[in-house]
């Protein structure tokens, strides 16, 4: 990468010693509060869209149901899980992420995939995408991330050396880049398509034992999607198709429904499995940890009003209840604090006041008084503060997550590089993908890398080859590259690439 005399700083102008990993606790983390670099980072991102979601501004939503059709009661003691036939009145808010609020439903973009569970403990989120993995694993690198899939701060046009040049200088990126250019990156509607956690949970019981889990949220409508041509042809005859289609077949009470399914991994399967089962850029492979079907969620209600009930409503994935908690997933623990963060920016302190927001199933008791859009009591004269003696709400200490270890060097821990990176994103080329899966990806690629600088397209493509040598020589062949260079820079390791495709 080019050099400069200029040292990066914060806003207060002392200078940042590393601008890609987050300061963690041991090389696994989790992530540090001293980290000020990081909140300061994400702070300033979550405040740079007014009033407009940063990401995920363009989104459709309606209110149904979960019910629980399998005791899971081992592996938690979340109240909303308890027995079989429990069901939970639930929110979800479907969008595509990079796009702003009057982009085309059939952009290709990852599609968010969020879900409010009104439970009598408290409401808990659960904020995924369409796919299982992402394009990055460690929060600091998400606002430059967005930035490059944003538009050109000079030309304010969507621009292919920004989008390309960050992913070809992230290697870790190439799975989700594999997932997003298939046809998987356009669903043809939201009812279509399956929703992941992505990040890795902790459920855990009232005797304090504990697993580590994931959620697949997969669509009993039969996944769906439009193939490129398609997709762009879509975008002229009706931007609105997928908020169109969710709202109609609701109307009609042809009413969607999505089939749950967890996979769970116990703490000492973590400690020796193949992958980090906190890194958000890899899958637990389903030979290992066959998913099991545990609920399904009905959507069967529209809402009354858009502005209230789907641009108001509120996601975060530090909305916990009682059985479930985080993990040390560098992406997660980011996200625990920017989510709440933005949503205070965008609508206010007091946004979880909102009506599609609140607590339906429970009281909401805290000593939070006073700011902007109080639309309440404000807590009567009740007490602000605790410890109290006058009948004030107490704290449960029975609810506590259950511990884990935390060991390590207070540092910026960075993942070395290996060729692990590339195996999940070859084995979906070439064991998942079928013939025509393949030739759709090669040509949705290289139709947008086109568009890129040639050292761009080199650096970008020796990435495919080394997670697949006929998907790299694929791409760049449609571009008219040169194979022999590509393979040499395919040898290379990921610092001498970037040295040899400098500008």
């Known amino acids: 990468m080019a050099k400069n005399n200029r040292s990066l700083t914060m806003g207060s102008g002392c200078p940042v010693d590393n601008d890609l990993n987050s300061m963690t606790a041991g090389l696994k983390g989790p992530i540090l509060i001293q980290d000020v670099h990081l909140t300061e980072k994400l702070a300033h991102f979550d405040r740079e869209r007014i009033p407009e979601r940063v990401v995920h501004a363009k989104g459709a939503g309606a209110y149904g149901y979960f019910e629980v059709t399998k005791d899971v009661s081992k592996y938690t003691c979340a109240k909303f899980l308890s027995r079989v036939g429990k069901k939970t009145d639930v929110f979800a808010r479907f969008s595509t992420v990079g796009g702003e609020k009057g982009s085309a439903d059939s952009e290709r973009d990852p599609r968010g995939f969020a879900v409010k569970f009104y439970t009598e403990e408290g409401n808990y989120d659960l904020v995924g995408n369409n796919t299982p993995v992402f394009f990055i694993r460690d929060t600091m690198k998400f606002p430059d991330f967005i930035h490059t899939q944003k538009r050109h701060p000079g030309s304010n046009l969507k621009d292919a050396d920004m989008f390309w040049d960050f992913l070809s200088l992230t290697p870790e990126s190439i799975h989700q880049v594999t997932i997003l250019f298939s046809d998987r990156g356009t669903p043809r509607t939201y009812r279509n398509m399956n929703g992941y956690s992505s990040h890795t949970y902790m ?238 990806l090669v040509s949705n690629i290289a139709g947008h890398l086109k568009n890129a600088q040639k050292r761009i397209q080199l650096r970008q493509c020796a990435l495919f080859y080394k997670a697949d040598a006929d998907y790299g020589s694929q791409v760049a062949k449609k571009l008219g590259l040169n194979l022999a260079k590509l393979q040499q820079l395919a040898a290379m390791s990921q610092e001498d690439r970037v040295k040899a495709t400098a500008k």
Not at 263 to 291: C, L, N, S
């Open 203 to 440: 459920w855990y019981t009232r005797k304090g034992d504990y697993y580590w889990v994931q959620y697949h949220f997969k669509t009993n409508q039969a996944i769906d999607n439009f193939t490129g041509p398609e997709a762009d042809k879509m975008r002229g005859i009706d931007p609105d198709c997928a908020t169109r289609d969710l709202y109609e077949a609701i109307a009609n009470k042809k009413y969607p429904s999505w089939r749950l399914e967890m996979q769970i991994m116990t703490p000492e399967e973590a400690k020796r499995y193949r992958f980090d089962p906190f890194d958000i850029t890899k899958v637990w492979p389903h030979g290992d940890f066959p998913p099991i079907e545990i609920g399904r969620m009905v959507l069967n209600r529209n809402p009354d009003n858009y502005f209230a009930e789907v641009e108001q409503s509120a996601f975060s994935p530090a909305n916990f209840v009682p059985g479930i908690g985080p993990s040390p997933d560098k992406m997660l623990q980011g996200r625990l604090f920017s989510y709440h963060d933005t949503q205070r920016h965008r609508l206010g302190p007091n946004y979880e006041l909102l009506p599609v927001n609140a607590p339906k199933a429970c009281a909401m008791n805290n000593y939070q008084r006073d700011g902007s859009m109080r639309c309440d009591g404000n807590g009567g004269n009740d007490p602000n503060y605790w410890p109290n003696s006058f009948g004030g709400p107490d704290p449960d200490p029975k609810v506590a997550v259950p511990p884990i270890d935390v060991a390590g060097m207070a540092a910026r821990h960075s993942y070395e590089l290996s060729d692990i990176d590339f195996v999940q994103a070859g084995d979906l080329y070439r064991k998942v993908m079928k013939p025509g899966d393949r030739r759709n």
